[in-house]
């Protein structure tokens, strides 16, 4: 996202392990913890489990584990805007 959003323009706050909410064995990110109106919040993630509190709010990704050649955050900028 660093690199997707350098300036911070598009997306001012990022969840990390460290903002989910442990339930049932898995980390969810609660997307209502931004105090947003949640028509405004999207989360992309490779996991459906993380954003099972929120599925509306979400764009299933596929998983990339440092793929060098993984191209779908880039692919997904024009949409995103």
Same mark, same amino acid.
């Given at each position: ?35 947003? @109106?949640?028509? +405004?919040?999207?989360?992309? !993630?490779?996991? &459906? $489990? ?16 440092? @793929?060098?050649? +993984?191209?779908?955050?880039? !692919?997904?900028? &024009? $949409?995103?805007?």
């Amino acid at each position: 996202m660093n690199i997707l959003d350098e300036k911070q323009q598009w997306c001012d706050t990022y969840l990390f392990r460290e903002h989910c909410t442990y339930h049932n064995n898995t980390f969810v990110k609660d997307l209502t913890r931004l105090g947003r @109106d949640m028509r +405004d919040v999207i989360i992309i !993630d490779n996991s &459906p $489990m993380s954003y099972q509190f929120q599925p509306e709010n979400a764009i299933p990704s596929i998983s990339w584990y440092e @793929d060098k050649n +993984d191209t779908q955050l880039l !692919d997904w900028i &024009p $949409m995103l805007k």
